[in-house]
């Protein structure tokens, strides 16, 4: 398409992305015309993910108190910079180049191509991505131009000590095949993205 790709770390607002509150920058009339792939509560995903893993550690533990009660809020306490989620926004053109609207007010012809070929990253994502859990998924129509929130938790697997499968970034990208960092600014997250980037969806 000869158009610019973004891969934006997001906000994370799963109920801006799921339009439970409706943004000033958001055009109502428009919201019908987004797309949503996943949505399941973030709690029922970590016991999906994490629940077998937290209940043989648990069950080895002789004292409660070392026993993993509610592993969603250690992540979200944790000094480690851990995440309970990561969110990135892929958005393809910018709104000079690919607003959602013709001069007409109808879908514009780059608007539409570039939601088809993010509709197609988006459903190739968790094929594409096994340690990226895919928990919530939207394509948004409704703003100045097409572009995907994906909220996605990290799973890795393979500790020999404490839970045997748990919420780790680097980890996660790296069970992948991901080239570990060199420094802070060449690091797993970057190296990903460069895939992603590549992949034929989105070169095009």
């Not at 770390?9 to 943004?23: L, Q, T, V």
């Not at 029922?44 to 993993?68: S, T, W």
């Not at 000094?79 to 607003?99: A, R």
């Amino acid at each position: 398409m000869g158009k610019t790709i973004s891969f934006v770390k997001g906000k994370g607002s799963i109920s801006h992305n799921n339009r439970d509150f409706i943004a000033e920058n958001v055009d109502r009339q428009r919201t019908e015309w987004n797309v949503e792939y996943i949505k399941q509560p973030i709690r029922e995903a970590y016991d999906q993910l994490f629940g077998e893993a937290i209940a043989e550690y648990n069950a080895k533990q002789k004292r409660k108190d070392r026993q993993v009660a509610d592993y969603l809020k250690d992540i979200k306490n944790s000094g480690n910079g851990e995440k309970q989620f990561y969110e990135i926004v892929v958005q393809i053109g910018k709104k000079d180049d690919t607003g959602v609207l013709d001069s007409e007010g109808n879908l514009s012809v780059d608007a539409k191509a570039a939601s088809e070929i993010l509709d197609e990253y988006a459903r190739s994502f968790q094929e594409r991505n096994p340690n990226l859990y895919l928990f919530n998924a939207v394509l948004h129509m409704d703003e100045a131009t097409p572009h995907l929130h994906l909220d996605y938790i990290p799973v890795a697997h393979g500790y020999k000590t404490k839970m045997h499968t748990r919420n780790s970034l680097t980890k996660a990208l790296q069970e992948m095949g991901i080239a570990p960092a060199v420094s802070k600014t060449d690091n797993e997250t970057t190296h990903w993205q460069e895939r992603e980037r590549s992949c034929s969806y989105l070169d095009k």
